[in-house]
């Protein structure tokens, strides 16, 4: 599906946005945030978002200065049809559809849809006994499961294909998916087998029986800064191997960071979930959109994710690594982020984290500054050396 926007008046008029498939830009005149040329000195910084979760399109006002209006009315979200005009500062856009129809089935809220993660009460994978669910997503439910040839113990996540998607989609992304078997390393999950059954995708990935690191720092607090180091210092060392193959895991975070305990306060660190966010949000599977999958992904989601939702490099990993080092170092995220999920995107855009020693004093300045310096707005200037760091 092909969305078009095109300025009928204003300072770009005759100028287009031009976007294909699921995707995801902002307009505004902030030179970080438009596919916009910066011209009209009414938009806010950064003004409006639009979704394209086919067969849906929706534009979300970024609580902006000026409002953003559909149609002649003024709107916080709206999903958009093939010839509505949209109006922001002096600049007003044509929308039109190329490809498959878009649909207005989203309605005034924002939120996710046709996404289901429901657990299943009868979930049936051919070759796999499931023993009890250990968690839920934006992505599906994962279960502790035995696959039956050998016994061994797996995580079985299983995801059910939005409405909107066909069965091309569904096994698009199981093959894309199943690439990641390429991936091995000790700290990566190990991506085991894949497939369909019954309508639903399975993922048989490495059982790890410890908990996720926001498991961890609910249960027991902030992490001693040794600890908190040596855990980033393995999520480093498998995010560098994977970038080295040219893969991009566009969701670190607590979550999907797993630790093993071990003797005197070690952790042994497997990194979940690596490539199937990308796989998943830019297949039609998903039916999700970006303001429909919040809770804590904001906290640590890069700026260019919300700028260039396809297209994102190993810098954005970079952020997301050190937005976790903060937490495992805290129990904090980077930001005191609003309720409301659009306020949340903006903080992610414009509002510099709060400062890691003025949550926890005892964070070397060293540590201090490589944490802030692989948080900074702009990918090119970050990093995150930590070898030099005491551990």
């Known amino acids: 599906m092909r969305v078009t926007l095109t300025v009928l008046s204003g300072p770009n008029v005759g100028h287009a946005v031009v976007s294909e498939g699921h995707d995801a830009f902002i307009v505004g005149r902030s030179r970080w945030t438009s596919r916009l040329p910066h011209k009209d000195g009414y938009l806010s910084r950064h003004h409006f978002l639009v979704e394209i979760s086919p067969p849906q399109c929706r534009v979300v006002d970024l609580d902006s200065r000026n409002g953003t209006f559909v149609n002649g009315k003024r709107v916080t979200t709206a999903d958009l049809i093939d010839g509505d005009v949209v109006k922001a500062g002096r600049t007003a856009f044509r929308v039109s559809v190329g490809g498959a129809p878009v649909t207005a089935t989203g309605g005034p809220g924002i939120g996710p849809t046709t996404i289901h993660v429901e657990a299943d009460a009868d979930v049936a994978v051919p070759g796999y006994r499931v023993v009890s669910e250990l968690g839920r997503g934006g992505m599906g439910v994962v279960y502790e499961a035995v696959r039956e040839a050998d016994g061994r113990v797996v995580a079985l996540k299983t995801i059910r294909p939005s409405g909107g998607a066909d069965r091309a989609a569904a096994e698009r992304f199981t093959r894309e998916a199943a690439i990641l078997r390429r991936l091995d390393h000790p700290n990566v999950v190990k991506f085991h087998d894949g497939g369909e059954a019954a309508g639903v995708l399975w993922?048989?990935?490495?059982?790890?029986?410890?908990?996720?690191?926001?498991?961890?720092?609910?249960?027991?607090?902030?992490?001693?800064?040794?600890?908190?180091?040596?855990?980033?210092?393995?999520?480093?060392?498998?995010?560098?191997?994977?970038?080295?193959?040219?893969?991009?895991?566009?969701?670190?975070?607590?979550?999907?960071?797993?630790?093993?305990?071990?003797?005197?306060?070690?952790f042994a660190v497997k990194v979940g979930d690596f490539g199937l966010a990308r796989a998943y949000d830019a297949s039609?599977?998903?039916?999700?959109?970006?303001?429909?999958?919040?809770?804590?992904?904001?906290?640590?989601?890069?700026?260019?994710?919300?700028?260039?939702?396809?297209?994102?490099?190993?810098?954005?990993?970079?952020?997301?690594?050190?937005?976790?080092?903060?937490?495992?170092?805290?129990?904090?995220?980077?930001?005191?982020?609003?309720?409301?999920?659009?306020?949340?995107?903006?903080?992610?855009?414009?509002?510099?984290?709060?400062?890691?020693?003025?949550?926890?004093?005892?964070?070397?300045?060293?540590?201090?500054?490589?944490?802030?310096?692989?948080?900074?707005?702009?990918?090119?200037r970050r990093s995150l050396a930590l070898d030099a760091l005491a551990p």
């Open 203 to 266: 993922f048989a990935m490495e059982y790890v029986p410890g908990p996720d690191a926001g498991r961890w720092v609910g249960a027991n607090g902030p992490m001693p800064v040794p600890a908190a180091v040596e855990v980033t210092r393995a999520v480093l060392d498998g995010l560098g191997y994977a970038h080295r193959l040219g893969y991009v895991h566009r969701d670190i975070k607590p979550a999907n960071v797993f630790l093993v305990p071990g003797p005197g306060g070690t």
């Open 284 to 380: 039609l599977v998903s039916g999700l959109t970006l303001t429909g999958d919040v809770g804590g992904t904001p906290a640590f989601m890069a700026p260019e994710q919300l700028l260039d939702f396809r297209n994102v490099g190993p810098q954005a990993d970079l952020y997301s690594t050190a937005a976790t080092l903060y937490y495992l170092l805290t129990g904090h995220f980077i930001f005191d982020l609003p309720a409301h999920t659009v306020g949340a995107y903006v903080f992610v855009l414009d509002e510099p984290p709060v400062p890691i020693r003025s949550r926890r004093p005892d964070v070397p300045e060293a540590l201090a500054e490589a944490i802030h310096r692989a948080l900074d707005k702009n990918p090119a």
